[in-house]
């Protein structure tokens, strides 16, 4: 297999798809910089969505499907899809969020920058009163924004979650997991196939609903631990969807592939568990080889020779 770096046929490519890759992996990001117009300062706004170089071709996916955006290294194997043309951010970027919008708690980071996205289109940004207007708006933003501010914008949602959104969230924030260990003491064996997603605590709910769609799988903390923000303001770093059952997800994610490297540990997981299913784990050969698959999954795939990266399709 050779590295992905072209991307899919676009046909390919649904719009709920795109949104909820974003909303795994995307930021909105309103920058302040030096300038020689009338305030001194220049308004940048940027979509921008950060990707493994092993999994570059999702943002060739992204470039393609807006039509515009470029893509530029971002830091050691990372390569970073960018869209900064104001045209593009008006009439492409928030026209498409305007139709398929974001679930996730990112959506009140967009509401902020659509706002900027306002002033800047009316030229408001050229004086004073309308910079400081977006300067307000890029205070509200992202890490700045207060725990209780993101978790309050979801508690009173619902979802009907789309299968293209998923498809494509748990591409940007799962994790396809393997164990498999023998005690030392009594030689007992114990495996385990997961699917796993976490979360800031404040994206709970995204949480419950991917739990609700699948109809498996358990939560952390417990849906009763964290039903006020009181509650959440204990565990407000990570929460966790935990499904232990491949069968109530392996069918949806043959019909929805994954389109990031995360394909190989997809592949992986399914081979690791027809080892299971069958107790090859019983023989030293069946277990030996259930265990490297286990340490080459995930980061451990990064010491893989890059002949087993992912295909272009």
């Known amino acids: 297999m050779k590295m992905q770096n072209k991307g899919r046929n676009i046909e390919n490519i649904n719009p709920n798809w795109v949104t909820g890759f974003i909303d795994g992996e995307g930021s909105f990001i309103i920058a302040i910089l030096s300038s020689t117009g009338p305030t001194k300062k220049k308004v940048s706004l940027r979509l921008s969505v950060t990707q493994k170089s092993h999994s570059v071709g999702v943002l060739y996916d992204l470039q393609k499907f807006f039509g515009c955006g470029i893509i530029i290294p971002s830091s050691k194997d990372c390569m970073r899809f960018v869209v900064q043309k104001k045209e593009d951010i008006f009439n492409k970027i928030i026209p498409h969020f305007n139709l398929y919008p974001l679930i996730t708690s990112k959506g009140l980071n967009l509401d902020n920058f659509k706002k900027a996205a306002e002033i800047v289109k009316k030229g408001e940004h050229l004086k004073l009163e309308g910079l400081n207007k977006i300067i307000e708006l890029k205070n509200l933003m992202n890490k700045k924004c207060s725990f209780e ?33 023998k005690s030392s003491l009594n030689n007992k064996i114990v495996t385990r196939n997961r699917l796993s997603v976490s979360q800031s605590t404040h994206d709970y709910q995204i949480l419950k609903a991917i739990k609700d769609f699948f109809n498996a799988g358990y939560l952390y903390p417990k849906p009763e631990d964290i039903n006020s923000l009181e509650k959440a303001l204990f565990c407000k770093d990570s929460s966790f969807y ?41 023989n030293e050969k069946g277990f030996e080889e259930m265990q490297n698959i286990a340490n080459n999954m995930n980061s451990g795939r990064d010491g893989i020779s890059k002949s087993r990266r992912i295909i272009n399709d």
Not at 154 to 159: A, D, P, R, V, W
Not at 168 to 177: N, R
Request: charged residues 20%; neutral net charge; glycine residues 2%.
């Open 242 to 282: 935990y499904n232990s059952t491949p069968e109530s997800f392996l069918p949806f994610f043959e019909k929805y592939p994954m389109y990031t490297r995360k394909l190989l540990d997809f592949n992986d997981f399914k081979l690791f568990y027809s080892l299971k299913k069958n107790k090859l784990y019983l």
């Open 149 to 181: 501010e993101l978790f309050n914008y979801l508690s009173n949602k619902e979802f009907n979650l789309n299968p293209h959104w998923v498809q494509a969230f748990i591409d940007a924030e799962g994790t396809f997991g393997t164990l498999i260990v």
